[in-house]
């Protein structure tokens, strides 16, 4: 094994209308995310990441950066 994970680097969390609008507009820009729900009301917008768990604080970091909002890291 080489030690990579599979981890979701969470972009933002928010209601319906503004994570739907969200994740429309960054799929058309040519991002890579992805949107899930549990109750319907808050969703979160992530991406996937496969690499070794030691580069999940990096990871977490550029992503804030780039994107302007916290991201954090849920672990598949």
């Keep these: 094994a080489n030690g990579d994970h ?4 969470i972009i933002e969390t928010s209601k319906r209308q ?13 991002y890579d995310v992805q949107l899930s729900t549990e109750d319907s009301i808050t969703f979160k917008l992530y991406t996937i ?7 999940t604080s990096r990871s977490r970091d550029s992503i804030t950066r780039f994107f302007g909002r ?5 672990l598949k």
Excluded: C, N
């Design 18 to 30: 503004r994570a739907l609008s969200r994740h429309k507009e960054l799929l058309k820009m040519g």
């Design 70 to 74: 916290k991201a954090m890291i849920e």
């Design 6 to 9: 599979t981890y979701k680097v």
């Design 49 to 55: 990441i496969t690499g070794p768990l030691s580069d």
